[in-house]
């Protein structure tokens, strides 16, 4: 038998090896450092982080007494963000930036809500609906939905513009099972504010479970035109799953999507190389694989992966 059919069999043999293979996950990790409006250290804060794309994600911690915080996720590749919250201070929410193998350093501050309601005060003619907002948001984040949509309500009263409040409204009845009430408000929210991603998240999911295919649909369509990257979760999911049963080519065009919208998806990068060996595109194959070793070099796959290339 010669070297390069020799090489060629390996290759093949290669392939359907990890072709089965389960997804590996990259880690990355957070140091994070929360300070009040003085910059001082603020201990106890609740540190909630969330996938904006897996709703059912989460993971919790506390700040100790210099207010430092550890997360480590098991896939950095993925969006997260972070909402800080402690009694007499302002909820923040924010984006928690991760890099696989490596430990990001971030530092957030949480106003006293004495701090901010002086801070609306001075900014803002309608402080009083800031203060009530913030008032409903603490609630909201205690678990008391049905107090803090009173405070919503009240925040509307005094000032029917502001967005934030119309959202988090929706947000909350959503949390009690009131889809219909949640569409209304969300609604609202988006009448003042069309690129508002959470109040389109959140009447995507109350047309869902109102059963409204049509405005499920059109919310759906609305969310993608503001926010394309949150179809990446559901269609990396779809793609693994036909790649997994085998079906690299119906994987193949899915794959290409997900990069397309998120280039530093390393997993869509390494997938979609070992599609493109199956479909005899030798060039590409390489390109993706050699994108996924670069995204993520301390993957167990990223071995297997130079192999590939070495050895097309």
Do not use: C
Not at 8 to 24: D, E, M, P, Q, Y
Not at 60 to 78: H, M, N
Not at 261 to 290: C, F, N, V, W
């Amino acid at each position: 038998m010669s070297l390069r059919l020799l090489r060629t069999l390996a290759l093949w043999l290669l392939v359907t090896a990890v072709a089965g293979a389960a997804l590996s996950e990259v880690k990355g990790r957070v140091s994070g450092r929360v300070l009040d409006e003085n910059g001082d250290p603020v201990a106890d804060v609740s540190v909630l982080v969330t996938d904006l794309e897996v709703a059912s994600f989460s993971l919790k911690e506390t700040t100790d007494a210099k207010g430092r915080f550890k997360i480590l996720l098991v896939d950095a590749t993925r969006r997260y963000q972070v909402e800080l919250s402690k009694d007499g201070y302002q909820t923040v929410q924010a984006p928690l930036n991760a890099q696989a193998g490596a430990t990001n350093q971030e530092r957030f501050t949480i106003l006293s809500l004495a701090a901010a309601q002086s801070q609306a005060s001075a900014n803002d003619p309608s402080a009083g609906a800031i203060g009530s907002f913030n008032e409903g948001a603490n609630m909201a984040n205690m678990g008391d939905f049905h107090g803090a949509q009173a405070k919503f309500r009240e925040a509307i009263a005094l000032d029917p513009t502001l967005a934030d409040a119309h959202s988090a409204l929706a947000a909350s009845m959503m949390a009690m099972g009131d889809a219909a009430g949640a569409a209304e408000a969300a609604e609202a929210a988006l009448a003042l504010a069309p690129d508002d991603t959470h109040a389109l998240r959140i009447r995507l999911e109350a047309y869902e479970a109102l059963g409204d295919a049509g405005k499920a649909a059109e919310a759906k369509e609305a969310l993608m035109a503001v926010d394309p990257q949150a179809a990446v979760g559901d269609l990396f999911s779809q793609a693994a799953t036909l790649y997994n049963n085998g079906d690299t080519a119906g994987a193949q065009p899915l794959l290409q999507k997900v990069v397309e919208l998120r280039p530093t998806h390393a997993k869509a990068q390494y997938l979609l190389g070992i599609s493109l060996i199956s479909a005899g595109d030798i060039e590409g194959a390489k390109a993706h694989l050699a994108k996924f070793i670069e995204l993520a070099p301390n993957d167990p796959d990223a071995a297997i992966a130079q192999e590939m290339i070495d050895n097309l």
